[in-house]
Each structure stands twice: as structure tokens, then as C-alpha cells.
């Protein structure tokens, strides 16, 4: 620790942040949480997000020395400060100036191997390289298109392949196995639909359990989606892209499409890349002989990559672009935006650097490691192969936040005709500003290394630019390019709650939900609108999106009143927010705006189009079909309800929900006479273990457990895994709980009294868990606090251990998260939008 530095306490730092925020709890403890900078022992040494800024702009000011005319530190400060205009995102705002730990700036890389790739050392290979990253906390991403099909012939025992699914289970395990500060990797696997095991790829995450540990993607070309339009037949093979394939089949592109859509429309995934579009526009790919083919890309898929090529990212706050916001006279600052976007640009690049630095820390701290040589060998070839790409191409990631906040305040409808005109112009300035940026960077410190003007002669993307700006085009021949790629729009995550602004390129939530906060019932002022089955009393207040604020305040409507829900319903019926929401926007007016955005984005763009529950397998089919031909690289659609954890809305209706803002297992008034229950044996050290589960909706809902002796055991036949936990009492009126079976010839087993057969402290710690499980706490947090009881006795220790192997069973499926709290606010607020799972109650987000 450098002289001189202060240290602050959590509460320290969330207080000032507090005051920084202007009162905005959430926006004060994601940062503190996530941001702040700490050391390994979690000492926090930032006391506000201006202390974080300070840091960034030090050291970007630090790369900037190095070449011609510098900013300075003051002028890169002024561009962060309060999260205005610039905002570095995730990895980079967590790394920069980070000397505690050991890290890439990159938020995400793809992998692959060269060549061959299908034995069974390279898949293993893979496994070991993507852990090695994800401890660094990148998400990654990887193609599998490569392995051999299902029942091919191997040179092994095994004389046949097993096919895709396998290898998908152990990525999968690998990600859940990989955790940095609470934060768990992020992984995408992709396939070709021309692979013929693509259908069991579609299929392997509808199995509960299966691949929780990875987002799934399916890799379309142009020649299935005119085989689906035409209703022809279409060629699979492998290899996927040889003209002599070792095997192939003519399948009902139809039939597979319809596979497809009933997937996303049952669970959200798979998603789909138009693999066509993403390397016909792709400006890397004219390198492809280079090294630069693309083969997948980041866990959100607003990056496609080729392998060991990694990308940083950045976001450019488009709402504090609009002048007099929300008034009349409103009207989008383009000059200011386009001198930003050159130094958004110039900024990425000068962090290509910093990266630079911390691969350098990486190989050294692997060269130091007391490993052998023969285990860090693998890992320093990795980072070797990383460095190598990221200053041959020097790949940026300049995106923006803020699209629909932008929209509302110039008085446009996200969604409306309008709305994508205005889009189209500002992201056409972003990407002719940048490319120009990359020009004079390329005059001032030269261009990325293998540029050639007459590779990329024929590529869309730059003749776009050209026929835009034939000046530009110009000068790039003459000078080069700095960066090979430079554009995207990510997933904000966070960044949009600490900017308090809508997300990406996302229109708003909601302008206004509903909140409950406990509250203590003997305090006389204290308002109870609510009293749940414990007792407990809450308070139901109304939660108004930010810039909806400012538009009440711009319109002479009060911040402070308390507005009934006619109240509210009108005033929002009066914004420019009004059938803009995430839910209310015309779907494929959407997906045709993104098709627009996307021809000024060399890139992707990371984006989910909503719908409601009740919408038909049909129109999710056609809106992929619409994102096809509207120009899309990539399209996601999340139907609600197919993933758990949604805000509440103002309307009566949905006034008796019994959280705060979001959904949750169902609580309910008293224990059913009867649960369905699984009965699990296990083994602690040598003992031999039986624990009940009773399960409410399919979560448990209580649990029995403890030794089963062999003298006064629970007999129970081991082909019975499920039964009945039965509620009843004895002549006494003494409630006692009974497990219940049917034995093979049918006949109804009854073992009475499971809350006495076990050890009487068992069952009163039993009593406690069982609690917990009936209020709905998620099962990861119920495993936490029997982990974390510290018990006496070294019996009831052995049980604790029990329990937790219990109840693992029932661990969610990672990328569902039903009833799930946010990691970073606590909420059960995780909905799947932008490509990723994300917490609509304080932004944070799995990919971000």
C-alpha cells in the first residue's frame, strides 16, 4: 500500500457515496460493492466514484504521454466525472490503476483451436484455457462445430464420438466451477446449423440441470433461412465447411427451424446469430488468412471474435447530449457528441495499452508461481497468444447507454418511426466519428499492423462509411487504421445504474413501479400497507425512474406528492415514456430499428426484444425471420414468464403481489396436509445419512434428515427416491409428520413420526431451515446459513454437512434464477434482457 493512502470502511464509503448519488441507495451500493477499489481482504481505498475517476484518468493521462499531444489528466477526468459523457465499462473500471490484483482490462474473449481440432486433447485444451480466463475474470466464448458428430468413428476405446452434448456439459461445469469475487464466469457456446448434431444443441439446455453454466447460440446461414422461407431441404455436414465432407444428410430445415423458435419462445435460448451477415459485414475477417477469422463471440454476443482476440469496453452516455431535455426547445448536441466519440475512441485505444501492461503482470506473476513448468507452460502460451492478437489488431469496444432515455427526452417514442430515423443518425455519427478518430490515431501513432486498404476495398461496412464520408475513406487508405474494429453496443449492466439512465440501447422498464420496504410497527409514523404470514409489517411505496424525475420536473408536475394509480397512470400516459416500454414497443419495429443501428456498427448489438406471455410460437418465428431480413447479426427474444423475475407494474391488478417489486416462490398461509418429497441417501464420512425433502410448486419446502442407524433405522426400499410427507395429528391434538410410500406391489408404506426420529437438536435446526425454505429463500443463500452456523459439537457439524449436500439437488438452474436474490442489491429482480441474465432492480448483470 502506497504512503499516503486511506483506507474507509463499507459504510464509509456507501455514506459519501450516498451524498454523491444524490440519495440513490441502489447506485451507491453497486459501486461500493462492485467498483470501489479494494484489496484482497476486501479493505475498500475509494471513498467515492470521483476517487474512482481520478484513478482512471491518471492512468489513461500516463499512456497518453507517450504520444503526440496529450490529454491531460483533468480533461479525461471532466469526461467521467459523475458518469456523464464517458464511461469505461466493467473489467476496465475495475482494473485500471488496480495494483491488488492481477487482471486483464478485457470484459470478454473467444478461443479456438487451429486446424484439427476435434481430438480429444484440443477439447480438453479448450476446457483448461477458458477456466484460465474466467479466473481472470473474462467472459468467453467458443464454437463447437468442430467436433465430430454423433456415432463418428475415433481412433480411441471408445471407437465412436459421443457428439456435441458432452463437451457442452463439461464447458458448462467448468463456468459454474469458476467464481471471482462472488462473480461466476461467463461462457458462450455456439454451433453451426450445418453441424449435424445442431438439433441435439438446440435441445440440450431444455433438460433441467443440463448446461446451466453457459448461454447457447446457433450460427444460421443465409442458405437455411431461404431453405425455411422456400420450404426446401438442407444440407448438414462435417466437416461443416468441406466440400468433400466425411458425412452428411438432408434435413427439413422447417421442422428444425420450428425447433428452434419453440425453444426461445419456451426458455429464451437458444439465441441466433446470422452467421452470413456477421462475416460478410465483418471488417476482421478481411484478415482472415491472418489469423482474424471469426469463429464465435462474447457470452451477450455483441462481440463476435476471432480466437485468443479479446475486447474492452466503453459506453457513451447519450442522454447528457440532449440540450434543454425534455422541453420543447430540446434538440441533440451532435458537435459535442462527435468530439466525444473521437476521444471515447482515442480513450479505448490508450487502454489497448494499459492492457498491454497487465498481460505483461499476468506472464509475470505465471513465470514467478511455484508451479512446474510443465503446468504454467499451458497458461503463459495462453496469455502469449492473447497479447500477441490485441496489439496485432488492437480491437476496441466503443458503445453507448442511455438510447432510450435520449429518445424521451427530444420528445420521440422509442419504437415509433421517428424514434429509428433518429437512432440510425446518432449511431451513423458514432461510427463515422470513431472511424476517423482510429484515422488521426493512425497518422499520429500508426496503424494496426497487417492494415491493407485493399483487403477491405469490398467490405459493406467500409463502403458504407465511404459513400457517408469519401474523406474519410481517403484519408484511411492513405494513413491506415489504428484499430481493425472499433464499435459495439453491450449490455450497460451497472453502468446505467450509476449513470441513472435506461440501459444500452434498450428502451425503458418501466417509468414507474412499486416497491415494499420492512418497516418497524411500533413506530408511530411508520405507514404498514402490508403484513406478511410471519408478522412481518412492510411499507408500499412507489419507485419513479430517474429521468421520468427529471420529465415531471420539466413539466411542472410534483416529485413529492403521493399519487394514486389513476394518478400515476395519467401522468405516465403524458410522457414521452408512454407505450415506450420494454413491454409496449412494436416488435418488429424493434427488430427493423436494430437492423438499421447495426448497418453502423461494425460489431454487434446486444439486444432482447420482450414480449408478453400469451404471444405465439408464430410471431417469435417471424420476428427472427423479420431480424434476418432487416440485417441483424443476431436476435434474442424473452417471453415473459420463461424466465423468472419480473418488476411489478402499477396497476391494480397486480397490487396483492407479495414482494417488493418482483416475483417469487409462492408463500403460503399455512403447510399443505400433504407434500410431494424426495427421500436422498448419502454417506458422511462413514456414516450412513437419509434426508426427507418436502417440495411445494417443485422447491423445497422443509426438510427431515440425520443418521440412519443401523438398528433403529428408517427402512426404506432403495428403488423408492419420492413420496409423500403427510401433515397429521394424534389423538392428542399433537401435530406429528408422516412419510408416506407406495412399495412395488402398490401398497401404501406409512413411517410415522419423522420429527421424531432423529436427534432432537437436529430437528429443532431442521425447524429453522424449514423456515427459512417456506419464506422463499433462494436455495444458494439457504446453503450459505447452514454453512455458516457454527455449531459446537462435532455431531451436529457432520448434520449441517447433510444438509447442505441435501439441498444442493435443488440449486437452480443458473441461467433461469427463479426466485434468486441479486448478488450485488439482494433483490429477486433477475430477468434475462440484452443477451444476458440481469437485475432489473439495481442493473447488475452476469456478462457485465
Known sequence: MKKGTYMYTFDEAYEASLKYFKGDELAAKVWVSKYALKDSQGVIYEKTPEDMHWRLAKEIARIEQNYANPLSE?????????????????????????????????????????????????IIRIDEEQVQLMKRRGGVGHDL?????????????????????????????????????????????????????????????????????????????????????????????????????????????????????HNAWQSAEPGVLFWDTIIRESVPDCYADLGFKTVSTNPCGEI????????????????????????????????????HVRLAQRIMDDIIDLESEKINKILDKINSDPESEEVKSSERHLWEKIRKKTLQGRRTGVGITAEGDMLGALGIRYGSEEGSDFSEKVHKAVALNAYASSTILAKERGAFEIYDAEREKNNPFINRLKEADEQLYKDMVKYGRRNIACLTIAPTGTTSLMSQTTSGIEPVFMPVYKRRRKVNPSDKDARIDFVDENGDSWEEYVVFHHKFVTWMEASGYSTTKIYSNEEL????????????????????????????????????????????????????????????????????????????????????KEDKKDDDCFERPPIVSSRPAELKADVIKFQNNKEKWIAFIGLLNGRPYEIFTGINDEDDGIMIPKNISTGKIIKAYDKDGHKHYDFQFKNRRGYKITIEGLDSKFNPEYWNYAKLISGVLRYGMPIDQVIKLVSGLELDNETINTWKNGVERALKKYLPNDTEAKGQKCPVCGQEALVYEEGCLKCRNCGASKCG
Open 74 to 122: 483533468k480533461q479525461l477526468f471532466d469526461l467521467f466525472d459523475q458518469f456523464k459523457y464517458i464511461i469505461p465499462q466493467g473489467s476496465p473500471m475495475t482494473g485500471i490503476g488496480n495494483e491488488f490484483q492481477v487482471a486483464s482490462l478485457s470484459n470478454c474473449f473467444v478461443i479456438g483451436m487451429d486446424g484439427n481440432a476435434d481430438s480429444y486433447g484440443a
Open 145 to 261: 462445430s468442430h467436433i465430430r458428430p454423433k456415432g463418428s468413428p475415433v481412433k480411441n476405446s471408445a471407437l465412436t464420438s459421443t457428439g456435441l452434448v458432452p463437451f457442452m456439459e463439461r464447458y458448462s461445469n467448468s463456468t459454474r466451477e469458476v467464481a471471482q469475487d462472488g462473480r461466476r464466469g461467463a461462457l458462450m457456446l455456439s454451433v453451426s446449423i450445418k453441424h449435424p448434431d445442431s438439433e441435439d444443441f438446440i435441445d440440450a439446455k431444455l433438460e433441467q440441470g443440463k448446461v446451466t453454466g453457459a448461454n447457447i447460440s446457433v450460427k444460421i446461414d443465409d442458405e437455411f433461412m431461404q431453405a425455411v422461407q422456400d420450404g426446401n431441404v438442407y444440407e448438414q455436414k462435417y466437416p461443416i465447411d468441406s466440400n468433400d465432407p466425411k458425412y452428411s444428410k438432408n434435413i427439413d430445415a422447417g421442422a428444425l427451424w420450428r425447433k428452434i423458435v
Open 304 to 339: 463476435p471474435l476471432c480466437p485468443y482476440d479479446s475486447c474492452r469496453l466503453l459506453a457513451i452516455n447519450l442522454y447528457s447530449y440532449v440540450v434543454n431535455p425534455f422541453k420543447k426547445e430540446a434538440y441533440f448536441d451532435f458537435d459535442l457528441f462527435a468530439k
Open 569 to 652: 397512470d395519467e401522468l405516465v400516459a403524458k410522457s414521452p415514456y408512454y407505450k415506450a416500454t420494454s413491454n409496449d414497443v412494436d416488435w418488429l419495429q424493434k427488430v427493423r430499428m436494430q437492423g438499421r443501428v447495426q448497418k453502423w456498427v461494425d460489431h454487434s448489438i446486444s439486444v432482447t426484444i420482450n414480449l408478453p406471455h400469451d404471444v405465439t410460437e408464430e410471431l417469435v418465428g417471424e420476428l427472427y425471420m423479420e431480424a434476418w431480413r432487416s440485417g441483424c447479426k443476431g436476435c434474442t427474444v424473452y417471453r415473459d414468464g420463461s424466465r423468472a423475475g419480473v418488476l411489478i407494474s402499477n396497476d391494480k
